[in-house]
């Protein structure tokens, strides 16, 4: 096993070497299997998009859930290097130009949005707080845009002063809402995600 340098990763944590061990891009494929143990949001052969999808571990742990007879979309602003099934696309963009990719995709409809982006952290809280909720407002968009009725979002937000209006907005949505705070996300974050199920 490849062992975790703490110098080159002062975060390395438990989690990360379970990451390594389980061959897994990385540590945050726990959270989407904790969201998935709790709410079963990814079924077989589902269609599912991925906003923030770099380094790919919510891909690996999502086309394994919908097998072989799944569709896969992620998008990143960095390049996904690992190996992935077929049934997975991956654009390097922005997802605020993910309309002109999907249309060229011939995929434009989805059962499932899942959004771990996150902004290049600016050190300044309120700065990082509001380019979050920025990033997830996008987010939504595209849900409203690619999500069938009876759909599933998620959505990673740091919480702040915009995150109870964000989770309204996803409540009028959606059936249920719900917000989720993984076990394997770090202690001192602030981030939580914001959980739709069955798109209105
Ligand atoms: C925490 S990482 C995602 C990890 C991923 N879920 C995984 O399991 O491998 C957050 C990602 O959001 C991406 N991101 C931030 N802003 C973006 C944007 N405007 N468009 C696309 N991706 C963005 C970053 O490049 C970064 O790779």
Known sequence: MKRTNKKKNPWADHYTRQ????????????????IQKKHRILSRRARILDL???PGSWLQFAART?????RLVGIDLTPVTIALPDNV??????????????????????DVVLS????????NRHVDEARS?????????????????GGGFV???FQG????????????????????????????????????????
Do not use: N
């Not at 696309?89 to 989805?110: N, P, S």
């Not at 771990?116 to 050190?123: E, I, L, N, R």
């Open 116 to 123: 771990d982006m996150a902004p290049a952290t600016s050190g």
């Open 19 to 34: 990451a390594q061990k389980d061959h897994f891009a990385a540590r945050s494929v726990y959270k989407l299997q904790e």
């Open 161 to 200: 002063s915009d995150f109870k209006a964000f989770a309204d907005q996803v409540r009028q949505r959606f059936d249920r809402q719900v917000t989720f705070r993984p076990q394997s996300t770090r202690k001192a974050s602030r981030e939580v995600f914001v959980i739709g199920l069955g798109k209105k």
């Open 66 to 70: 919908v097998g072989p007879g799944g």
């Open 52 to 54: 923030g999808c770099a």
């Open 89 to 110: 696309t991956v654009i390097t963009g922005d997802v605020a130009d993910l309309e002109g990719h999907l249309a060229k995709l011939g995929q434009t409809r989805f």
């Open 133 to 149: 909720v920025g990033l997830c407002e996008t987010a939504l968009w595209v849900a409203d845009q690619t999500l069938v009725p």
């Open 155 to 157: 959505c990673k937000i």
